[in-house]
């Protein structure tokens, strides 16, 4: 049974950081491209930042270029999202999702990927 389980959101003052987790089990991450996408009230789940399964080239959302770093750990089955310099415009609940197709990193499409975690909350506020 494929499963993806998120960690580490929380409530965050403006400018701090967190670092969130995506365990995968039932599948092995190293062969998925995989992407972390949020979603806030009463807005769309969109695509933030994503990481290939082929070369482990990266993409981001503007609005996180340069703040938000995506990497992967494939000895621990592992995807992590390190958030700095948070905003409260970053509020949401935060996705991981998997997906074993290639090349759809670069588009970091949420209709793309068929594998998706529960979901952790991000708060950011003074």
């Known amino acids: 049974q494929v499963q993806l389980v998120e960690s580490g959101g929380g409530l965050v003052q403006p400018g701090g950081s967190l670092s969130l987790s995506c365990a995968a089990s039932?599948?092995?991450?190293?062969?998925?491209?995989v992407g972390w996408f949020r979603q806030a009230p009463g807005k769309e789940r969109e695509g933030i930042s994503c990481i290939s399964n082929d070369d482990d080239s990266t993409s981001y959302a503007a609005s996180v270029k340069g703040r938000f770093t995506i990497s992967r750990d494939n000895a621990k089955n592992t995807v992590y999202l390190q958030l700095n310099d948070l905003r409260p415009e970053d509020t949401a609940v935060y996705y991981c999702a998997a997906d074993p197709a290639l090349y759809i990193a670069t588009s970091c499409f949420v209709y793309e990927y068929n594998y998706w975690g529960q979901g952790t909350q991000v708060t950011v506020s003074s």
């Open positions: 039932g599948l092995t991450l190293d062969y998925y491209a």
